[in-house]
């Protein structure tokens, strides 16, 4: 499965209509483009600009493609977002954190809807994700998390057909994904990551939002993904 | 219906004192960046200056179907001359909006 993430700073200067109008649009995009999964989006908590997520799945790169191609992300997702669209709300985004995601067998990161999600977006030292690996697996255990996927950020490079290198850099080199039952919990999480991973982050952005689930989300079972 | 081919219609609201601006926006970067990605430019027409009203650019853009579109798509993203007049579109437009049409049978 191919597991993908767009996230924005919308401008401030929007309009309500206009807000609401890229909110359906997006989060209920799998009611016109079948091949589209597990769409939610959140508004962010964050200490950047960054505050609209859209978080959704592919079942395989081909599903991708379709999605890729269909007139509904011509028409009306780039209404919204591309650059030359009159339409357009979103700003640009200094953080070089747009488009990102990974490979995963099953969806494990799935959460009911409602839950709420804090991504942590890192930028790691050169052959330190084995270790930062442990330090996630070690947070998780901690208790308070639903659920924690730490991978690797293939996505970026290969936005264009989920298999192709464009060869668009990312300084984004992994994400880490963690569940919790509801913002508060995910507040409470008192997180060490940082004191323990030391120079191996040189980077980090967090992100935290309620799953506000789109057309066809499934029913989830705490901590139990399914598709 | 088929998707194809599509038109991509764009509809600009300029003010009248920004409208020779922006039509030398479209012709010397917006269409020669365009199709380089490879999307033709069928036409660009204005309303009139004279008539004490914004003026409305409209520029029609025709590709073979939405896999033409994806793939131009890809080529102007990562081409900077298209963020720059992008950027500089922006600035001046007013409003506006962009389309997807097909051809209908008659």
């Known amino acids: 499965m191919l597991r993908r993430y767009e996230i924005y700073p919308v401008d401030p200067a929007a309009s309500e209509d206009a807000k609401q109008a890229m909110n359906a649009g997006i989060r209920d995009c799998g009611k016109f483009i079948p091949e589209l999964l597990h769409s939610a989006i959140g508004h962010v908590e964050s200490e950047t600009s960054l505050?609209?997520?859209?978080?959704?799945?592919?079942?395989?790169?081909?599903?991708?493609?379709?999605?890729?191609?269909?007139?509904?992300?011509?028409?009306?997702l780039d209404r919204f977002l591309l650059n030359d669209s009159p339409e357009r709300i979103i700003v640009d985004n200094p953080w070089g954190l747009g488009?990102?995601?990974?490979?995963?067998?099953?969806?494990?990161?799935?959460?009911?809807?409602?839950?709420?999600?804090?991504?942590?977006?890192?930028?790691?030292?050169?052959?330190?994700?084995?270790?930062?690996?442990?330090?996630?697996?070690g947070e998780a255990e901690r208790g308070g998390m639903l659920n924690s996927i730490f991978k690797f950020n293939s996505f970026a490079a290969k936005w264009f057909d989920g298999e192709t290198d464009t060869g668009l850099p990312t300084n984004w080199t992994h994400l880490w994904e963690q569940g919790f039952a509801s913002l508060a919990d995910a507040r409470a999480y008192e997180p060490q990551w940082r004191e323990k991973a030391g120079g191996i982050v040189e980077d980090a952005i967090e992100l935290l939002y309620e799953l506000e689930a789109g057309f066809g989300y499934p029913e989830v079972e705490f901590g139990k993904g399914t598709v | 219906m088929e998707h194809a081919p599509v038109h991509i219609v764009d509809t600009a609201i300029v003010a009248v004192g920004d409208h020779e601006h922006f039509l030398a926006l479209v012709r010397d970067e917006v269409v020669p960046t365009m199709r380089d990605a490879g999307v033709e430019c069928l036409s660009v027409l204005a309303s009139s200056p004279e008539i004490g009203e914004d003026v409305e650019v409209q520029v029609t853009w025709r590709v073979a179907d939405h896999q033409a579109w994806n793939v131009a798509r890809r080529d102007f993203f990562l081409d900077p001359r298209w963020h720059a007049a992008s950027a500089s579109a922006a600035t001046i437009r007013k409003g506006g909006k962009r389309r997807f049409l097909y051809p209908v049978e008659e």
């Open chain 1, 51 to 76: 505050n609209f997520v859209w978080e959704h799945a592919y079942q395989s790169p081909e599903h991708y493609q379709r999605y890729m191609a269909h007139p509904y992300h011509a028409a009306i």
């Open chain 1, 99 to 137: 488009l990102v995601g990974y490979d995963i067998d099953e969806p494990d990161y799935l959460l009911p809807a409602g839950a709420a999600r804090r991504v942590v977006a890192l930028q790691l030292a050169e052959g330190s994700q084995e270790r930062f690996a442990e330090i996630a697996a």
